[in-house]
């Protein structure tokens, strides 16, 4: 498996515009998650999701925040409308409640992540 | 919530030395402690992990201690490389049901040839 795939890499656009990020989970993992990292707040979970279904979005910062999962292997999102503030790094993630070999571990396998830069 | 605390958030050593990054969390009922190390541009990494049923684990060069009663867990990197220069991350969570990780702020690692 290729691992978590995020796209775009990175996204420049101006303050007000609508920036969608997206990202295909591992194969097969039943959770995903999006965080964001900054220097000042560390790695924050947004929101995660269980089988294609938000679970909790309470670290959804904004209403401008929105994310969905259509299926098991894509996921997106979306800020609407974007400001400077949101200018972060935005982590995909995904696991497997019970693995084979280690039932009960949550560990969590992240994507490269989308550097977004709101001007 | 869980609330974990990491230091500190920067690190500089000579290669060769040891290296320790302490973290404490708030929830008695967390179980679960992983470390990620994260490289420049690149997503975490898990690198370690440990579970509160033991109180010690070693990968090589990395270890990881687990103190429940103090509600404290530490990562140990010994014969430190220029190429262990990174972020590390600590994370909690309790492995009953599903919880989610709850990470410390980080540390960077700077080993000096």
């Known amino acids: 498996d290729a691992g978590v795939i995020q796209s775009p890499r990175h996204e420049v656009t101006e303050m007000g515009q609508e920036v969608t990020l997206r990202c295909k989970p591992i194969?097969?993992?039943?959770?995903l998650f999006w965080y964001r990292q900054t220097m000042m707040r560390g790695l924050e979970l947004l929101i995660y999701?269980?089988?294609?279904?938000?679970?909790?979005d309470s670290g959804m910062p904004e209403d401008r925040f929105s994310a969905k999962m259509p299926n098991a292997s894509f996921s997106t999102l979306k800020i609407q409308p974007s400001e400077p503030r949101d200018s972060a790094v935005y982590f995909c993630?995904?696991?497997?409640?019970?693995?084979?070999?280690?039932?009960?571990?949550?560990?969590?396998?992240f994507g490269q992540g989308t550097r977004l830069t709101v001007v | 919530g869980e609330n974990v605390e990491q230091h500190p958030s920067t690190l500089s050593v000579q290669e060769g030395d040891s290296a320790v990054i302490k973290c404490t969390y708030s929830?008695?009922?967390?179980?679960?402690f992983p470390w990620y190390k994260q490289e420049l541009g690149k997503g975490p990494q898990l690198i370690i992990d440990i579970r509160s049923n033991v109180g010690e684990k070693k990968d090589q060069r990395i270890a990881v201690t687990l103190n429940k009663t103090a509600k404290h867990f530490s990562l140990h990197i010994t014969e430190t490389q220029p190429e262990d220069s990174a972020v590390y991350f600590c994370a909690a969570s309790m492995n009953s049901g599903y919880s989610t990780l709850t990470f410390g702020k980080g540390t960077m690692l700077l080993v000096s040839p």
């Open positions: 929830d008695s009922a967390s179980n679960y």
């Open positions: 999701f269980n089988n294609n279904v938000p679970i909790d």
């Open positions: 194969s097969g993992h039943d959770y």
């Open positions: 993630a995904s696991s497997l409640k019970n693995p084979p070999r280690r039932l009960g571990d949550t560990e969590a396998f």
